[in-house]
């Protein structure tokens, strides 16, 4: 059985740096070969992606977190990462990891951690 915890969620005041931790387990796959990415969700609004690391190296980012926010995997710890910078209030949301399998169907989400910003 797949499972995905985050991690490094939490309270912070705008202008903060949180970095979030997703451990995988129980995949069949290697990591080095499937995609890592990690998504949210705010209150009343659409899961939307904020970053993703392919299986290649490469990654994109959502405009509202490009430049503030990096995407890491450490694949020997199956592992990703999400490391957030000069967080504003509008990052405040549930904080989902996924990992993939192109051209599968194997995909799965993590549980989910609250990134609260405010002062």
């Known amino acids: 059985q797949v499972q995905l915890v985050e991690s490094g969620g939490g309270l912070v005041q705008p202008g903060g740096s949180l970095r979030l931790s997703c451990a995988v387990s129980g995949s069949i796959f290697s990591m080095n070969t499937m995609g890592m990415g990690w998504y949210r969700q705010a209150p009343g609004k659409e899961r939307e992606l904020v970053a993703l690391?392919?299986?290649?190296?490469?990654?994109n980012y959502a405009a509202s977190v490009k430049g503030r926010s990096t995407i890491s995997r450490d694949n020997a710890k199956n592992t990703v990462y999400l490391q957030m910078n000069s967080l504003k209030v509008e990052d405040t949301a549930v904080y989902y990891c996924?990992?993939?399998?192109?051209?599968?169907?194997?995909?799965?989400w993590g549980q989910g951690t609250q990134v609260t910003v405010s002062s």
């Open positions: 996924r990992v993939w399998k192109v051209g599968t169907g194997y995909a799965y």
């Open positions: 690391s392919r299986h290649d190296g490469s990654t």
